[in-house]
């Protein structure tokens, strides 16, 4: 491969506004929930869904709304509760289920946090692939809190969704595509948000490495294993 033909990559940023988000079925239960906020009928809300399924979409608009800091669930500790909500609304702490699966999630820290966000009526969004029922969890009290949360999950996309998914990924990476080329993926990639990710990376690094347009035949190519896919 020579100089000319080495894909470079120069990163791409995900649209994340509220009119970027694209409502569907399978979501709009969830969108809902973070649309309402500060309206809900508690202070707290789990929100599950697969990877790639719209969740990090979500919290950046609910995080945009309140001004609520967002940590990542295997970071908390004992003392960041009252630090979390010094002069905030609102907290998110995401990836709860995969941080309690790595042996990384404090969870008497966890408990606190959700303790104090009840004492300082302020709002908290916790997220994870897995609802919170299947969580992990060794804290009997912390599980108790979390069954009598409300909670709300992001479901399999459908078609229309996964199209839309589809195109909205390859505009991210500054890709333009046809609606041939979005109906032969649909047809024969796996049906989750998670696969439509990975399978617009591939051809979009596949296209630069070869400096080929994406299109069917590239696609066939890259499906059926006739295409180089890199480093």
């Known amino acids: ?17 509220a009119g970027d988000f694209l409502v569907a079925p399978c979501n709009q239960q ?5 649309a309402r906020w500060p309206d809900w009928p508690g202070p707290a809300l789990v929100l599950s869904g697969p990877a790639g399924s719209g969740k990090t979409h979500l919290v950046h608009l609910f995080a945009a709304a309140s001004g609520a800091p967002v940590l990542d669930a295997a970071r908390l500790t004992v003392d960041d509760p009252p630090r979390l909500l010094a002069g905030a609304r609102a907290v998110v702490v995401e990836d709860c289920d995969r941080a309690a699966a790595e042996g990384r999630l404090d969870q008497a820290a966890l408990f606190h946090l959700i ?11 916790l997220t994870g692939r897995d609802s919170a029922a299947r969580w992990p969890l060794g804290l009997p009290d912390l599980m108790s809190r979390l069954k009598a949360m409300p909670a ?17 990924l390859f505009a991210d990476r500054q890709v333009k595509v046809g609606e041939e080329l979005i109906g032969y993926l649909l047809g024969r990639m796996e049906r989750s948000f998670a696969a439509a990710a990975a399978l617009v990376e591939t051809l979009d690094r596949v296209s630069l490495a070869g400096q080929r347009a994406v299109t069917v035949p590239l696609a066939r190519a890259v499906l059926e294993g006739d295409a180089p896919l890199g480093g």
């Open 1 to 17: 491969m020579t100089e000319a033909q080495l894909p470079l990559d120069l990163g791409h940023r995900p649209a994340l506004s």
């Open 30 to 34: 969830a969108h809902g929930w973070i």
């Open 115 to 125: 303790n104090l966000v009840r004492e300082s009526r302020a709002h908290l969004l």
């Open 152 to 168: 709300v999950a992001i479901g399999a996309p459908d078609d229309a969704l996964l199209a839309a998914v589809l195109v909205k």
